[in-house]
């Protein structure tokens, strides 16, 4: 079986473990997890980063650090994960949903201002399967709306989007630099991963001191044991922040692995027909965390069909997201009823993605695209 991910865990992750497992700092302290937060903030562009426990938790704590009430607004993708949504909806905000583009399966910036109401406190933007969200439209509405940016680069570490700069020229910016809060998730399938393991990260230094606390159960600092506010423990360790750092030194190696991955593939499999491959928009650079496709109905396939039929064939994939808008937890909370969203509809019927992790060897991309030659072939023959 070629799995859908395995990671590479090849530079200094065992040295940095072991040296933290002798040092006794094992929780949440110790030299690695200072320098993870700080080398990390540095590499987006930020000024601080709070290292939690997963990305769920930093968006948690990213929407709660924003103070978002009942009432309040957050527009949105319904083409993301649950915990985009989960995040406001805790906080008692509503999010508002906003359709995906075809190309980029990134939120469609120009459905954004449409969508935006006197309620409207924060944008969320969701950069998809390494591919960045066009930055330029959202950061313009943030400012002309006073509006927060939430940025969610769990996909897209490293990747970089073209945009204004201060002198009037472009310049190109890494995703993680655009949010009032940034967060990411260091999971196993994620380019940088800490096993389970997540990062909130700002420059402003109220909303970092705010992140900090949310992210430890609201001690305060004055007076231990003492609270006037709830919240969970979203701690992170040093152990955890061991394997972190041996990524970030050598991460321009881990984005040349990824690209190289998405060039394999999409040289093998431009050829076919009834697919649609990742695209590199000209003002992104994208890091192609996972290499996803869009069948098209003319195949007869959908991606569930094809997905069993890979998997026969010993190729583990996994479906696209499913929309916020088609989940049966928001529509129990009346959200959502009644909306449609018809590019997100699409992609997550037709839509999934192949083995890319950064352990898959050329021998494995050649397996991978002859298996889907041999689905798409095999129903374009049924369908002759
Ligand atoms: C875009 C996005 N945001 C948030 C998360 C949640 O991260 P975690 O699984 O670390 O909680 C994921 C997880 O894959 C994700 O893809």
Not at 216 to 231: A, D, I, K, P
Not at 305 to 327: D, N, S, V
Request: proline share 3%.
């Amino acid at each position: 079986m070629i799995h859908v991910n395995e990671p590479l865990l090849d530079g200094n992750e065992q040295t940095y473990v072991a040296e933290a497992i002798s040092s006794g700092w094992i929780s949440h302290a110790g030299k690695f997890l200072k320098r993870f937060e700080q080398d990390w903030a540095a590499y987006c562009g930020q000024q601080h980063g709070i290292a939690v426990s997963n990305g769920t938790a930093a968006l948690q704590v990213a929407a709660r650090a924003l103070n978002l009430q009942q009432g309040d607004e957050v527009i949105m993708p319904t083409f993301t994960i649950i915990s985009c949504a989960l995040a406001i909806v805790e906080c008692g905000a509503t999010p508002v949903l906003v359709d995906a583009d075809p190309h980029t399966w990134c939120m469609d910036v120009s459905q954004l201002e449409a969508k935006i109401t006197l309620r409207t406190k924060a944008i969320m933007v969701v950069h998809i399967y390494g591919h960045p969200v066009e930055m330029q439209p959202v950061l313009e509405l943030a400012k002309k709306y006073q509006l927060a940016i939430i940025e969610d680069a769990a996909e897209a570490h490293g990747a970089q989007c073209l945009v204004n700069d201060a002198s009037g020229g472009k310049a190109w910016q890494r995703c993680g630099s655009f949010g009032t809060l940034s967060t990411f998730s260091f999971y196993a399938n994620k380019i940088v991963t800490t096993g389970e393991g997540g990062m909130v990260l700002t420059s402003d230094d109220a909303l970092a001191a705010r992140s900090r606390e949310l992210a430890n159960m609201c001690f305060q600092s004055e007076r231990r044991f003492y609270h006037t506010e709830l919240s969970g423990n979203f701690r992170f360790t040093n152990l955890q922040a061991a394997l972190g750092v041996a990524q970030i030194e050598r991460i321009e190696t881990i984005l040349q692995r990824k690209r190289w991955l998405s060039k394999a593939y999409t040289q093998r499999l431009a050829r076919l027909k009834g697919i649609q491959l990742p695209v590199e928009k000209p003002w992104a650079r994208s890091v192609f965390w996972m290499y996803g496709l869009v069948l098209d109905e003319s195949t007869g396939l959908d991606a569930a069909t094809f997905a069993k039929e890979l998997y026969a064939l010993g190729i583990e994939t996994r479906p696209f997201f499913l929309g916020m808008h088609e989940q049966p937890v928001f529509h129990q909370r009346s959200l959502f009823v009644g909306e449609h969203y018809p590019v997100a509809e699409r992609i997550a019927k037709q839509g999934l993605y192949l083995p890319s992790g950064l352990a898959i060897t050329a021998m494995q991309v050649e397996a991978v695209c002859a298996a889907v030659s041999q689905v798409l072939v095999k129903h374009a023959e049924v369908a002759a």
